[in-house]
């Protein structure tokens, strides 16, 4: 499993996004939920890190190498155990245990900091979106307004003559809505 993981800036480069998705499902099925959604899920967000180029990313990949060398370090001197039990095996076997403890800590203190990192990506964007929203309901409402208005102060500048003696003032009608039908 973190041999997959650590491998995922490669896997990323020359795999199809279903090939990637496959390879991370076979090789973490459990962690997913056995849902090959989540493997695709996953798959994107790996890929868009990568393209953004995090640096929380490029660290947990490192320490997921780093771990699969550790897990065979330790697949080594179980065999070797196996073979021929002896204190200094057993030490070294322990020592290695405790190595790959600690490592485990590192590793999910980086996926915190993806995690983290996302976070803020997705409010980040979130605000963003929220921004645009905003300010293309305010063009749009000012569009709209101006139009109204316009009308209005057509309507009302004829009344305005109207008021004035010149009933000769000719009351132009532009529009089909309300304000057209007042105006006719």
Do not use: C
Request: glycine share 4%; net charge neutral; proline share 1%.
């Amino acid at each position: 499993m973190a041999r997959i993981f650590g491998n995922s800036e490669l896997l990323a480069r020359t795999k199809t996004n279903r090939e990637f998705s496959e390879i991370l499902y076979n090789a973490i099925s459990e962690g997913l939920d056995y849902n090959r959604a989540n493997a695709d899920l996953m798959v994107n967000r790996v890929k868009l890190l990568l393209w953004i180029n995090n640096e929380e990313l490029k660290t947990s990949l490192k320490i997921a190498a780093q771990g699969a060398e550790k897990g065979e370090k330790i697949k080594e001197i179980i065999a070797s155990y196996v073979t021929g039990p002896s204190a200094a095996k057993l030490k070294a076997l322990n020592d290695a245990v405790a190595d790959i403890h600690n490592y485990y800590k590192g590793f999910a203190a980086s996926i915190t900091a993806i995690n983290a990192f996302a976070n803020r990506l997705l409010i980040w964007g979130i605000l963003i979106i929220t921004v645009l929203l905003a300010f293309i309901t305010f063009i749009l409402s000012s569009y709209v307004s101006n139009i109204i208005t316009r009308s209005l102060h057509k309507l009302i500048n004829n009344f305005k003559e109207i008021v004035n003696g010149n009933v000769d003032v000719k009351i132009e009608v532009d529009s089909k809505d309300e304000i057209g039908l007042l105006s006719e």
